[in-house]
């Protein structure tokens, strides 16, 4: 049974920092990122890794303030996040790929195969 798990979120003000969390289990991974979703918008990409190379990318909208970190397990995940605005206020989900994953879609939702549940982060002005 494949499981996504978050944690970390909660109410901070601006400026602040705030790490995020995520594990999954169940599955041999090839890549995992980041995604927010604010109200009233559509699941934005936020960050991702790929296993096969080591690839990083970041949005252009947090690039400079978040960086997404690998922990020392096979699927573990980390969002830093530096300088929090109001803006980043948002629930923010961990996604998990089994495909094949190529640089240019690891920002595409139908990428990533398994989701968590989501974790809110809201920042105060």
């Known amino acids: 049974q494949v499981q996504v798990e978050e944690s970390g979120g909660g109410l901070v003000q601006s400026g602040a920092s705030l790490r995020l969390s995520c594990s999954a289990s169940?599955?041999?991974?090839?890549?995992m990122a980041w995604f927010r979703q604010a109200p009233g918008k559509e699941r934005e990409f936020v960050a991702a890794?790929?296993?096969?190379?080591?690839?990083?990318i970041i949005s252009n909208s947090v690039k400079g303030r978040f960086a997404i970190l690998r922990d020392n397990s096979e699927n573990g995940v980390y969002l830093q996040m530096n300088g929090v605005r109001p803006e980043d206020t948002a629930i923010y989900y961990c996604?998990?790929?089994?495909?094949?994953?190529?640089?240019?879609?690891?920002?595409?939702?139908?990428?990533?195969?398994?989701w968590g549940q989501g974790t809110q982060v809201t920042v105060s002005s």
């Open positions: 996604a998990a790929s089994t495909q094949s994953m190529i640089v240019s879609a690891l920002s595409s939702l139908y990428t990533y195969d398994y």
């Open positions: 169940g599955r041999t991974f090839t890549g």
């Open positions: 890794f790929r296993r096969r190379g080591g690839n990083t």
